[in-house]
């Protein structure tokens, strides 16, 4: 009980964590374009997780691993932050941190093809509940919504969640902040000839806040984010601890308001309320 409920907050303050990326990202791709940002971000993460590999001396992963370490590279590395930033060119970072409500069941299904478990049907009725409420806002709410966006955000959360389920199921021999920083270290290569070829056109016509969000998705939701949200998927159970990014586009819709300006309408609220009761149902029941 006491290792579940430490996965539970460590999955939190993952979220926590992550529910800055799509706003700051919204910022980013103002002054960077999308390819650039996905290669940058990547590159900075992998190379702070590298030099931490170094100095702890971490042990090489087995050969075993490499193919699993591939999957969450791709799908959290390179899929995730590459789509999201596309997609955010055609819809605004409130209506893009909506869909993020769909990543919980995405990451529980891929728990269960991927990782062998087998949460009770309860959860799974609290899990669709969930989703269909934030779904159900996302249709409602439609300001700053585009077709190719959304279908953008479609296929960067089914990505992401092969990638946080592998990850999840990786982290439980290598350790959390290792899948990552090993993630990232094998996507390097690539990430690193993509920005060079993806290069801004003048540096000093980037804005300060392009900078720091540029800053935050490389250091915390690229790294520091997943130190947490892996520990709490392994500890916490994945299809369990998932349920917690329900909460996000919530989170996510805050900071979209505080920092971008953009509004809250009283049914967030309401919604963000009976979300949580799906997750702490799901919690239950995994």
């Not at 946080?164 to 993630?183: D, F, K, N, P, T």
């Not at 806040?209 to 947490?228: A, D, K, Q, T």
Request: charged share 10%; with cysteine.
């Amino acid at each position: 009980m006491e290792r579940t409920t430490a996965g539970w907050w460590s999955g939190l303050i993952g979220v926590m964590i992550f529910s800055g990326s799509l706003p700051a990202t919204r910022v980013a791709v103002n002054d960077f374009s999308p390819l650039f940002l996905t290669s940058a971000r990547a590159t900075i993460a992998a190379l702070l997780g590298g030099a931490l590999l170094l100095l702890l001396r971490q042990r090489p992963p087995a050969r075993s691993d490499m193919l699993p370490l591939l999957i969450v590279a791709l799908g959290v590395v390179v899929g995730f932050p590459l789509l999201t930033a596309l997609a955010l060119r055609h819809i605004s970072a409130g209506h893009s941190v909506v869909f993020i409500g769909l990543l919980p069941l995405s990451t529980a299904l891929f728990g269960v093809l991927r990782g062998g478990e087998r949460p009770r049907k309860a959860f799974w009725l609290f899990s669709l509940l969930g989703a269909a409420i934030v779904a159900g806002f996302a249709i409602a709410t439609g300001q700053g919504g585009s077709l190719s966006g959304d279908l953008l955000m479609v296929a960067s959360v089914i990505v992401c969640g092969l990638g946080y389920a592998e990850g999840a199921g990786l982290s439980r021999r290598l350790g959390g902040w290792q899948v990552i920083s090993w993630a990232l270290l094998l996507s390097l290569p690539l990430m690193a000839v993509i920005g060079l070829f993806s290069l801004p056109h003048s540096w000093s016509a980037i804005s300060q806040p392009g900078w720091l969000s540029l800053g935050y998705v490389s250091l915390f939701s690229m790294l520091i984010g997943f130190l947490f949200w892996y520990r709490g998927l392994a500890l916490g159970g994945i299809a369990g601890v998932s349920q917690l990014q329900l909460l996000q586009p919530f989170f996510g819709l805050l900071l979209a308001a505080a920092l971008l300006h953009e509004s809250i309408a009283w049914s967030m609220i309401a919604c963000a309320t009976a979300v949580i009761l799906c997750v702490f149902g799901a919690k239950r029941y995994s």
